[in-house]
């Protein structure tokens, strides 16, 4: 290396911007105050580039920095340069609030498809550049599948989210869905069905809750619903609800890496509307 030049580590980068200062303004007042600094670091700051350069970039005349020919050839590739870094701020600055990608929302298909899939287009509509994968949860497939999972908590107390989900994911309440039995409009009480077969030996025994709701649909029983899937049924009715009336708490559980991304906020604000719409009967 030239004994007369910077270092790498003793050159600023920064300095190229007044070297693009003074070319636009032309005198070294017009460059220090676009720049909101004094003269002298103007004078100081491109010395040091030249230096580095090895290279005269301006000329002073009575009207002005002139711009060298070789000056000249710098600025051209400085320009294409800051027109890249300003569109790649540019960039980083709306993905910081710009809603897009993919959001993998898994779900057990009875809310699927009466609590969430209703309101799906609100969702798409608002956020044009996202779009979603609905995956039907159940008891054996796992939550770390997807991007968001909703589903009910163990039971209605917020240390119960714990006993459900892993150590790594985000739990956060959605809700409170009050729940009934029902039974099919017309038909018998009759035992002929359930969600498990833990009280006593059943003819049918299901672990699917939208295969329990066709069951009960067909008179083959009765089952506990949210009132929300219940009182939506026209082929159902009430038969009691609880005293004092019997709740599951709803959750959502979110991957970590999402927590603070728009897309992320953007599905709570949505699963939230969908989770008040459903209750409000």
Not at 127 to 145: G, H, Q
Not at 150 to 161: L, M, Q, W
Not at 171 to 180: E, Y
Not at 265 to 277: E, F, G, S
């Amino acid at each position: 290396m030239h004994a007369g030049r910077l270092s790498m580590q003793a050159f600023r980068w920064d300095n190229f911007q007044y070297v693009l200062a003074l070319h636009r303004c032309e005198t070294l007042s017009g460059a220090a105050a676009f720049l909101g600094v004094n003269e002298t670091t103007v004078s100081r700051r491109l010395a040091q580039t030249e230096q580095y350069l090895e290279s005269r970039l301006f000329t002073r005349r009575s009207t002005g920095w002139v711009a060298t020919e070789t000056c000249q050839r710098l600025i051209m590739r400085l320009e294409r340069v800051k027109g890249e870094l300003d569109e790649a701020q540019a960039e980083l600055s709306e993905s910081r609030t710009r809603v897009y990608g993919t959001l993998r929302i898994a779900c057990e298909p009875i809310l699927m498809n009466r609590m969430l899939v209703p309101g799906l287009s609100l969702l798409l509509d608002q956020y044009p550049d996202l779009s979603c994968e609905l995956i039907s949860l159940n008891r054996n497939s796992p939550k770390s599948d997807a991007d968001v999972a909703v589903c009910f908590a163990a039971d209605s107390s917020a240390e119960s989210y714990e006993s459900i989900t892993p150590p790594t994911v985000v739990v956060s309440p959605l809700g409170r869905l009050q729940l009934g039995l029902f039974m099919a409009s017309g038909s018998v009480a009759n035992d002929y069905v359930s969600e498990r077969n833990d009280n006593g030996p059943l003819r049918i025994s299901v672990d699917s809750p939208e295969t329990l709701l066709s069951c009960v649909r067909s008179g083959l029983g009765q089952c506990v619903l949210p009132l929300g899937v219940g009182l939506r049924e026209s082929q159902l009715v009430l038969v009691q609800t609880h005293q004092p009336p019997w709740f599951r708490e709803l959750i959502q559980i979110s991957q970590p890496e999402l927590d603070g991304t728009p897309r992320l906020a953007a599905c709570t604000r949505w699963l939230n509307d969908c989770v008040q719409r459903f209750v409000d009967l």
